[in-house]
């Protein structure tokens, strides 16, 4: 069974920084591309990144392009998510996800893809 259990959120003041975890079960790095994305309140979930599988390329939605930078160590069976110069407007519930696909189709996952439980990031003074 896959799991993906995501840590690293809190409370950070405007312009700081947050270095989220995906910690995953039952799913090669090697074989299957993950990311992120974020869901705020009464808003859709808006994808963020996902990195391949292979050569761990990274790809970004625009809103996040030049502050989010997303990694991964296989051997840990864990991807990051890099957060710097975060804004108010980053502030949602963080969730890792995958569509079980070898590469990512760009930054956004399909409805069908799974998620982890999330982990909430606050960017207030």
């Known amino acids: 069974q896959v799991q993906l259990v995501e840590s690293g959120g809190g409370l950070v003041q405007p312009g700081g920084s947050l270095r989220l975890s995906c910690t995953t079960s039952?799913?090669?790095?090697?074989?299957?591309?993950v990311g992120w994305l974020r869901q705020a309140p009464g808003k859709e979930p808006e994808g963020l990144s996902c990195i391949s599988s292979d050569d761990g390329r990274g790809y970004y939605a625009e809103s996040v392009k030049g502050r989010f930078i997303i990694s991964k160590d296989n051997a840990k069976k864990t991807v990051y998510l890099q957060m710097n110069d975060l804004k108010p407007e980053d502030t949602a519930v963080y969730h890792c996800?995958?569509?079980?696909?070898?590469?990512?189709?760009?930054?956004?996952?399909?409805?069908?893809?799974?998620w982890g439980q999330g982990t909430q990031v606050t960017v207030s003074s």
């Open positions: 039952g799913l090669n790095l090697d074989h299957y591309a």
């Open positions: 996800a995958t569509d079980f696909y070898y590469h990512c189709t760009g930054y956004g996952f399909s409805s069908g893809a799974l």
